[in-house]
């Protein structure tokens, strides 16, 4: 269940990229793919971090005999969560600044962004 879970993200994430392109009135080209493979890479550390941070709660509470409800359920969600804001930040902070350089690289952007031809 949870590498589904985890799968979902990634057609999400496309369909968002793509609707984002389409409104800033870009076009799919090898810039705009590299771009996509950047992003769904970060998208899909969100979930498996979330995911292994709850499992590792879960088994926390119930070896402390904690009994599995909603309450619990809701104070793991709000615990992962901030157990994992950082880490997820640092991660999408690092990658955007790494990938600063290339927007000022004209040379570079004008041989990549050429329409692909679908």
């Known amino acids: 269940m949870l590498p ?14 793509m609707i984002l392109l389409w409104a800033a009135g870009g076009t799919l080209n090898v810039m705009s793919a590299t771009g996509f493979i950047v992003i769904l890479g970060l998208i899909v550390d969100d979930p498996i971090l979330k995911l292994e941070t709850l499992n590792r709660l879960e088994k926390k509470y119930m070896d402390m ?25 640092m991660v999408s902070l690092t990658t955007s600044v790494a990938l600063v350089p290339v927007l000022f690289r004209t040379e570079l952007a004008t041989n990549f962004s050429c329409r692909w031809p679908w």
């Open 65 to 89: 005999g904690a009994v599995f409800d909603e309450r619990l359920l809701g104070k793991m969600i709000h615990e992962a969560g901030s157990n994992c804001l950082k880490p997820l930040l």
């Open 4 to 17: 589904l879970i985890i799968m979902m993200a990634i057609p999400l994430g496309i369909t968002g990229g």
